[in-house]
């Protein structure tokens, strides 16, 4: 049984149909994509999962429990955390600040100590602006706090919307980096991307959208082999 | 450069043109400073001169320094033409019969009794002094010029609340020859305001010089504690100024007291959780309305408990009615939240004077009669120990907002307020967080409403204005948004102030109003700011800082 299983869901804004039938799974311990164009409906995929917006029809299940009902933070303290498009940190508070409050659900004060450490190790940049508010940070310090938030919480399944937005090609290599590595945690990551090469390279398996439907799926390797993924998205 | 200079000046001259056309003016004329040598109104003029003269002569203009004072003299002469222009044209038309408040005495206000030539040369040879005076300023040290401002400042508030002082020092001997040194018995005497100033400047210079040779060496952690004690000494000043002076100072105090309450409570829901509450009033109607029902002596009264045994279900009422109020607008955001508290404050007058309320609340005729409270066998019945139930009530208010600021529940609600979306996805709950935060909000204004109910001995729905909460945000806009001490000290600005400056009353918005555009221009985040909504403001952002002027007289760009 996957972690994650997305039962064609169809989702709307108002009488706006944004997902049309969306089926898609998330084995345990993977990294799985899911690429698209603009407006294909990723974002909102990731909403519909995470509990920000509700399925009109079809149901979505994490860890075999089904989510309909439960609102966002439920889903947060079952340890389903997304990190929204857009670098949304907290930005009048301090970095150190938005860190606490990834852990918000979590009680056991040492641990988050210790987990705030671990961040400081995988973005050593963090540690010294730690004090700093974090809307005054460049876009990649921000992208980086909002994924060590996220981290914070200790989640089981992470949902990363576009982590590579607007970072320098250095830094984006970076940011794929970490996420591998916090898959090596053993974090299940669900990476919405528009860097659809990378994001198929390091995936396990991934997922084609477009206008709300999902047009192609598959591992990563033979995704990028495909000549319509190829026309498409990576030119 | 000249051009600027005059059009500086003429800007200023405009303001004063506008505060003799509505009467502000001549109202401040009869309030003295220094009796007999200058009063309130004459220094507003000076105050604009130097204005014109500070900006006409920025620091960093191409000119050499003597240009630039000649610019300063010709802006404070510009800044009086417009009022010049105004005498030759009252002596020309009788124009009060369209401007009330151009009558004769501000004629001769203007024209220092000179008659009408010599006095238009007059006030435009003040004009020009006081716009040297003001480029000079600028050019001074800033040290000697914190100096100067702090002792002319000192002197305006030994001048104009000398009727307070003088009764705060009702006593013979010592204290009553050092009261005679500086008052006559209407006012401030030119040796005494010559010493006020005196001092006032050099206390300032020692201790600007002493705390600029501490200030490096502090850590952040004996710069917090610094704080505390500064605000703890305020507080105790607070408490025992009231037993010193006189009953009327208690009846302004217990009303100052009363904001500083509401203050705390709105700062919970807007500064800390963002949520722009205007319906605030309708907690503290509910509060006061509660207490009346629940104590007065009259035929609309329910019960006649004790005023201890209804205060508490008083607030309770008011957090059920808080929930009840925050579920509809618990999706609304921002600007849109305000508009729609903003309606449900109303609603709760508009129902005591309808038609089916009316029997039961007394409708517009309001709930007399009712008691004062009782601690053992003492009744607390004169306005200061009234004030001091606020003082205790803000007390308890503020330890809770100080709690909870550093709380899971402080937190969280920060957190909304930055970002809802990304709050609740880290596992906030929206609902049980904004509910709380409206609830507790409504608790204090309960309590606050319950207070007011014993201050006044009676309730009406006239006392129920939005204007209320208007009043109580712009106090803590000006105080410093999520601040303590600040809220204490908006609310001494603008409740306190006003009461005291009687003659001010009818003008009072206007200056509300001057008062919020100035703040907002120089210091956004307040005469107090939190720590972090200073960080917030100005942070690291240098030209930010630069540009909300942290100093007093910012140099002005060309
Ligand atoms: N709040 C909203 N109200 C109405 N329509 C919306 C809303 N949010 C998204 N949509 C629409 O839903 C569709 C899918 O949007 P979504 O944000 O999921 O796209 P995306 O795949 O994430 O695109 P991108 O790569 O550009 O971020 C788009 O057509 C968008 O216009
Ligand atoms: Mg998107």
């Not at chain 1, 009902?69 to 930005?91: C, K, N, S, T």
């Not at chain 1, 990551?189 to 390091?202: C, K, P, S």
């Not at chain 2, 009558?103 to 008659?115: A, C, I, Q």
């Not at chain 2, 600028?138 to 104009?160: D, E, K, M, N, S």
Request: hydrophobic share 55%; aromatic share 6%.
């Amino acid at each position: 049984m996957a972690l994650l299983e997305i039962d064609d869901i169809h989702v709307f804004y108002d009488n706006i149909q944004a997902l049309k039938g969306i089926s898609l799974d998330v084995e345990a311990n993977r990294i799985v994509t899911l690429v698209g164009g603009n407006g294909a409906g990723k974002s909102t995929t990731l909403r519909a999962i995470s509990g920000l917006l509700h399925p009109r029809q079809g149901a979505i299940r994490y860890d075999g429990r089904p989510l309909a009902g439960l609102g966002a933070h439920d889903i947060a303290a079952m340890g389903l955390v997304h990190v929204p498009e857009g670098r949304r940190i907290f930005g009048r508070l301090t970095v150190d600040e938005n860190l606490l409050m990834g852990a918000f659900t979590r009680r056991d004060r040492k641990a988050i100590a210790e987990d705030k450490e671990r961040m400081m190790t995988l973005f050593p940049r963090l540690r010294e602006r730690l004090r700093q508010v974090a809307g005054t940070l460049s876009g990649g310090e921000q992208q980086m706090v909002a994924t060590a938030r996220a981290m914070m919480a200790r989640p089981r399944l992470l949902l990363m919307d576009e982590p590579s937005m607007g970072l320098a090609p250095m830094v984006v290599e970076q940011v794929f980096e970490t996420i591998q590595a916090i898959n090596a945690q053993g974090v299940t990551i669900l990476l919405v991307e528009q860097n659809a090469l990378m994001a198929l390279t390091i995936a396990d398996q991934g997922y084609v959208l477009e206008s709300g439907e999902i047009v192609l799926s598959g591992p990563g390797r033979d995704l990028i082999d495909d000549e319509r993924v190829r026309q498409a998205y990576l030119g | 450069m000249i051009r600027t200079a005059i059009v500086r000046g003429l800007l200023f001259g405009a303001v004063g043109l506008h505060l003799a056309v509505v009467g502000v003016l001549l109202m401040l004329h009869q309030r003295w400073i220094i009796i007999d040598t200058i009063s309130l109104g004459q220094a507003v003029l000076v105050l604009l001169a130097i204005g014109a003269g500070v900006m006409a002569a920025p620091t960093n203009a191409p000119e050499a320094p003597p240009a630039r004072l000649l610019f300063g003299l010709i802006a404070g002469a510009a800044a009086s033409l417009p009022l010049a222009a105004l005498m030759v044209a009252m002596d020309l038309v009788r124009l009060q019969a369209v401007f009330i408040a151009l009558s004769h005495d501000l004629f001769e206000m203007l024209s220092f009794d000179l008659g009408d030539f010599l006095g238009v040369l007059a006030l435009i040879g003040g004009g020009a002094v006081g716009g040297l005076a003001g480029a000079v300023l600028q050019h001074t040290p800033p040290g000697i010029r914190r100096a100067v401002i702090a002792g002319a400042a000192a002197v305006v508030v030994a001048g104009v609340f000398q009727e307070l002082i003088q009764l705060m020092l009702q006593f013979e001997g010592l204290i009553g020859d050092i009261r005679d040194f500086f008052y006559t018995w209407e006012g401030l005497s030119p040796q005494g305001a010559a010493v006020v100033f005196a001092i006032t400047a050099i206390v300032s210079q020692v201790r600007s010089a002493a705390s600029r040779r501490n200030q490096a060496a502090l850590t952040d952690q004996q710069r917090q504690r610094q704080r505390m004690i500064r605000a703890l000494l305020c507080l105790a000043g607070l408490a025992v100024l009231p037993a010193l002076a006189g009953s009327y100072i208690g009846q302004v105090l217990m009303l100052v007291g009363l904001f500083i309450l509401m203050g705390m409570c709105l700062n919970l829901d807007v500064g800390l959780a963002g949520l722009l509450d205007l319906g605030f009033v309708a907690f503290f109607a509910v509060g006061a309305y509660a207490t009346a029902l629940l104590t007065a002596d009259n035929p609309h009264a329910l019960l006649h408990l004790s005023y201890w045994a209804a205060m508490p279900i008083a607030v309770l009422l008011s957090i059920c009615m808080g929930v009840i109020f925050g579920i509809p607008v618990l999706g609304v955001r921002g600007d849109y939240l305000a508009v729609a508290t903003m309606g449900l404050g109303e609603i709760v007058r508009v129902i005591v004077l309808s038609d089916f309320a009316s029997p039961l609340l007394g409708g517009a005729q309001g709930l007399l009669q009712i008691p004062k409270p009782a601690l053992g066998g003492f009744t607390l019945g004169s306005p200061v120990s009234l004030f001091y139930l606020t003082l205790v009530a803000s007390g308890v208010a503020a330890f809770v907002a100080w709690r909870l600021e550093n709380s899971r529940l402080g937190r969280a609600w920060m957190a909304l307020r930055d970002d809802e979306d990304v709050a609740q996805a880290l596992g906030i709950n929206l609902i049980r967080s904004k509910l709380m935060a409206y609830g507790l909000g409504a608790a204090f204004a309960g309590l606050a409403g319950s207070i007011f109910a014993v201050m006044l001995g009676s309730v009406y729905p006239s006392s129920f204005q939005l204007l209320i909460s208007i009043n109580v945000l712009a106090l803590i806009i000006v105080g410093g948004m999520g601040s303590l001490p600040g809220v204490a000290l908006g609310s001494i600005a603008l409740i306190g102030l006003p009461e005291l400056l009687r003659e001010f009353g009818e003008y009072r918005y206007l200056f509300y109003g001057a008062v919020l555009i100035i703040m907002m221009r120089l210091r956004p985040e307040g005469l107090w700011p939190s720590e972090a909504r200073r960080r917030e403001l100005h942070g690291s952002d240098e030209s930010l800082a630069l540009d909300a002027g942290s100093d007093l007289l910012p140099a002005q760009r060309t």
